[in-house]
């Protein structure tokens, strides 16, 4: 039987208050995958992440909601990162996830454990007319609620994520939606999160993420939407990169998280962030 640990860490955040849990799973072998569905549902987080082997920078890496497999998940890569630094030390760790290699840099600054991904190779894509309408009536949102400077889209950057700006805050706090019927058209359209935000200025953004189809109400702190917002704004222009955004999550949850994204003129866009131990 292989020997394994599995600990409970916030990440995106300094204080155990803040963030988003993961469940990080470390291991010499992969459990099969029922275990590992089983394990997810028992830990009960938005994700849990399944790592092997025990050691040596290069890991295979797979996701799994409390309901079904995730192909990326960057909360538990920031998690498990972190998790890894303070088992092995500093340095750049190799992902192999089922969407490609994710490198992950672990490095201590001021005595805290920080871990950065660099997503692949992000894209996007206009939304249908039905997506957004479906969109819309799930969140009881108007299109006048939107920001015409940052057009809805459909955003990759491991999963797909539907990205929809809105003018005010308030209508961003105002967050109540139908999960039955927003989790559903995320079904048919292989919608990973919402990626509802609004810019405060050009280096700020807030954020929230409904997360219905891992039986989450909302996320508190989403990496991988946070490189597909940042794939997308380089893409379509709406910034010129090399940039550096904020993203402030989880606010309005009680559970602030801070998500760090770096803009390169090409390729993976980075997010970091730093992470604490829960329990083990």
Known sequence: MSSHTLQKLAAFTSTPEGGNPAGVWIGDSL??????????????????????????????????SPEAEVPFCGHATIATGVALGKKAGSGTYQFATTVGTIPVEVSEYCGEMRAALTSVEPKFELPSDTLLKNALSALDWDVDDL??????????????????????????????????????????????????????????????????????????ATGASAVALGGYLRESNIINAPQNINILQGEIMGSPSHLTLFIPKKGGITVSGTAVILSD
């Open 31 to 64: 459990p099969e995958p029922q275990e590992m569905q089983r394990i997810a549902a028992e830990v009960g987080f938005s994700e849990t992440a399944f790592v092997a082997p025990n050691k040596g920078s290069k890991r295979t890496v797979r996701y799994y």
């Open 147 to 220: 920001d015409s400077s940052i057009p809805p889209a459909r955003a990759f950057g491991g999963n797909w994520h539907l990205v929809l700006a809105v003018k005010s805050k308030q209508r961003l706090d105002d967050l109540s939606y139908n999960f039955g019927k927003l989790k559903q058209m995320m079904l048919d359209d292989d919608l990973t999160t919402l990626q509802l935000i609004w810019r405060e200025n050009d280096g700020l953004i807030h954020s929230r993420n409904p997360f219905p189809v891992g039986g989450v109400v909302e996320d508190s």
